[in-house]
Structure formats: C-alpha cells, structure tokens
Nanobody, 124 residues
C-alpha cells in the first residue's frame, strides 16, 4: 500500500518562502511507472502545481513558474516543493500525489491515494 506523508506547510507573509516535503512508502521513486507531484485544492477541485518524472524532468503550472522548484531525493523517497515569493493567492491545501498519469485538473479531490495534505497560508 502506497502512503504519502506531506509536511512543511505553514503561515507566511507575502514574499516569503516555504518548502513542502512528501515522503512516500510502498513505492520506489525511480520506478518509471509514475510521476510525483503536488496539487493545490480550490473548493472541490484540484489543480496541478508541479510534478516530476522518475528521471527528474519537472513540470510547472504557469502560476508556479519562476517561483517554485520541485526536486526529489530517491534515496529518501522524498519529493520537495520549494516555494519562493509566495502570494496570497497561493493560499491553499497542498496535496502530494504519485500517479502514472498526472491530470492537470482533478475533481472531486483529493483522491484517496494522495497524502493528507498540508496547509499553506500566505497573508498580504
């Protein structure tokens, strides 16, 4: 059974930074069958923020480009999302996911296979 555990959320002022972490168990990071990544929840809908392939190739939503950096440590089975220059509109629950097909938009969400989520709050 795959388990994903997120951490690193918190409250910051606009312009601040946070680093989210997601540690996985029950899977192997260098498995070619799936990508790892992060979704952001808005109501009952989730939108991909960033994802990374098993080979380390990153993808970013337009809202994350230039501000967020995704990385992974295969030895720790952990994926990170470094978020810089945070804005109030980044405020959301962030979920870690591992999936063979990373949809840009998921509804309803979160999926049962995702982590429990970590809350990011950015004040103006």
């Amino acid at each position: 059974e795959v388990q994903l555990v997120e951490s690193g959320g918190g409250s910051v002022q606009a312009g601040g930074s946070l680093r989210l972490s997601c540690t996985a168990s029950g899977l192997t990071f260098d498995d070619d069958d799936f990508d790892m990544g992060w979704y952001r929840r808005a109501g009952d809908e989730c939108y991909v923020v960033s994802r990374i392939s098993s080979s380390g190739r990153p993808f970013y939503a337009n809202s994350a480009k230039g501000r967020f950096t995704i990385s992974q440590d295969n030895t720790k089975n952990t994926v990170y999302l470094r978020m810089n220059n945070l804005k109030p509109e980044d405020t959301a629950m962030y979920y870690c996911a591992a999936d063979a097909v990373f949809a840009d938009y998921v509804v309803p969400c979160p999926k049962d296979t995702w982590g429990q989520g970590t809350l990011v709050t950015v004040s103006a």
